[in-house]
């Protein structure tokens, strides 16, 4: 980013333009909306929709100072700076490169693209941009905490991990609106979604994961759409087994799958050392663990995790979309680049590729030289960005 534009920006609010913004039901509304208007620093500038009517409903229930019928109007508008893509994902391709050709700083949800073809199209074009990926649950104060923790020796060498992580949503049932979820050419699915946030989970506590195997079942083949009535064919996996090693020499089993009601939800992720022991616990968010807050609980003493900066949203779905729009805020005031971003979201889809090929192949997966090492930096940055989110 130029320097005249950096020192702009440091000088004033940071003018936020959100694609996918509906204001009866939306991932935006229990999460983005809340995070930015709860942030000093931020200002939701626009809204963007398909539709004009869904684009000036949204702008006035969420106060946006202009909306947009047409998202790539609202992406060229030099009265915005960042774009927000809350949309589903076979969109993201184009809006982002559209974004990334005007020149705007870029938060897309993850995954990043509907393949890893897609993510490497788009992070070949990012030039100068700054960019972050939906991971939020990556920066949850309780699991950063955990890093530290472990980081610092006090549970000692880091010996073994299992992790349960239950979402509901994709089980036997569902409405028609999240049928697209079910089919694989829309690349939002169980696996993309659930069994990225999770692996990412895994590499932002013990490190970059260096190798992986994997059985992914779909328990249940045909979906009952609620709504309509109807029956639909899942295409894609809504059980995935994972067993990996890190980095830290941890071997890890991680069960993801998918709960029959909103009480069958839960997250646990337990770590043994060779000195102690930790735990992260979830209290069952309906979005997956990395929408809700955690409970760090450990055999060694630490500091209590930081209160988050923002707290609302649907069920705190707000906080971890904030620390992620803070650290995004922080790098475009300073100039820097250390938010988790596009190079971090196509590791993460090369690392949910390799649990595809695991599963099918029937045979462990090595992951490359080139990813471990751009997944090493971004561990190493999350470790040192604990920041007053109250300086901005």
Known sequence: MPQAMTQEIFQREI??????ANASRSWANWSHIPAIKGL?????????TRGERSAREAAEAFGADRWFADPLTMIRDEQIDLITISVNVALHRE????????????????????????AEEIVSAVDSQHTAIGLQGRLNPSLRRAAQLLSSGKIGRPLNARIVSTVPGLGAQMTSPYDYMNKAFSGGNFLTISGGHTLDMVEAVLGPIIEVDARTETVWPIVKLTDTGTESLRETPDHVDVLGKTSFGAAFAASINTGLSHDDIRFSFEIRGSEGWLTLTGDGHP??????????????????????SVTGGFLGAANNVAELYAHLMR??????????????????????????????????????????RSIALSFRSSLSNFIDLQSF
Do not use: W
């Open 95 to 118: 809006f982002v490169l559209a974004a990334l050709q005007a020149g705007k700083a870029i938060y897309c949800e993850a995954p990043l693209g509907r393949n890893v073809a897609e």
């Open 287 to 308: 979005y997956g663990f990395q929408a809700g807050d955690l409970k760090l609980t450990s055999s060694a003493a630490f500091e209590p995790p930081e209160k988050p």
């Open 40 to 48: 000093p620093g931020l200002r939701l500038a626009a809204v963007a």
């Open 331 to 372: 790098d475009m005031r300073a100039g820097t680049y250390k938010t988790p971003g596009f190079e971090h979201a196509l590791h993460n889809t090369r690392l949910v590729d390799a649990v595809r090929r695991a599963s099918e192949r029937g045979r462990r997966q090595q992951i490359t030289n080139q990813d471990l």
């Open 15 to 20: 003018r936020v333009g959100i694609i996918g």
